[in-house]
């Protein structure tokens, strides 16, 4: 299960964490466009491939670069028979060593190009209960705007119930049904409506617009008094 909450980011951290998103995104591009070429789709042939150039490169952190490899793979295991891009705003990955969760003071501290960020968070009592279960990476998204991160959690589901007692429903004709206490159904409720709404109907009689007969040719005058 997954706890999103929303970052309640100032604008500076909203413009480095948009830039970390962008300088991300394209080394995964540039990974992605290295693992074509040597037609290598596996985790660890990609790392072997791209690792040390990327890091000397791009200047981005170690684990940063490693989960871009994963989001590579991971692509390629959708589809091998093109090569994949990336939106520039697409959703990356951060594990434990570059983002660290305070949830009972309400904040996050974590890794962009800018430095490191404290940035607090808001989210449902639900998703902030849920966040006591979290374990794992969480994904940095931005949509409409507005970043959110999306943690995953270890929530245990609830039990499902045993029934123990049961009961039967015969279908009848003259009664609608009997259960298996013994108890009828008639519907007489249900028919004592219907009838009534029946009668009054009838009481009511039928309604139509007055009618007029009216020929071809006749003038303005004769239509006039007829009506």
Not at 42 to 64: C, D, M, N, R
Not at 118 to 143: N, Y
Request: hydrophobic share 40%; proline share 5%.
């Amino acid at each position: 299960m997954a706890a999103k909450v929303k970052l309640a980011t100032t604008p500076e951290q909203s413009s480095a964490l948009l830039d970390t998103l962008k300088r991300t995104n394209e080394i995964c591009n540039w990974i992605s466009g290295e693992a074509w070429k040597a037609q290598a789709f596996q985790a660890f042939a990609i790392q072997k491939l791209v690792y040390h150039p990327a890091k000397e490169t791009s200047g981005l952190t170690s684990q940063i670069l490693i989960r871009a490899i994963s989001k590579v793979a991971d692509a390629y295991k959708l589809d091998k028979k093109v090569e994949r891009t990336f939106r520039p705003t697409g959703s990356i990955a951060y594990d434990d060593r570059i983002l660290r969760w305070h949830v009972e003071q309400g904040f996050v501290s974590i890794w962009s190009t800018a430095g490191r960020l404290r940035i607090p968070f808001v989210g449902g009592a639900r998703q902030l209960e849920q966040l006591r279960t979290r374990k794992g990476e969480s994904d940095l998204m931005l949509r409409d705007g507005v970043f959110y991160l999306v943690a995953t959690c270890d929530v245990e589901a609830e039990p499902i119930a045993v029934p123990t007692e049961f009961l039967g429903v015969d279908l009848g004709v003259c009664n609608i049904a009997f259960d298996s206490d013994g108890k009828p159904y008639s519907g007489a409720e249900v028919k004592s409506v219907r009838h009534g709404r029946g009668a009054s109907s009838g009481r009511m009689g039928p309604t139509s617009p007055p009618h007029t007969s009216i020929r071809p040719g006749m003038s303005p005058r004769t239509l006039a008094a007829r009506g």
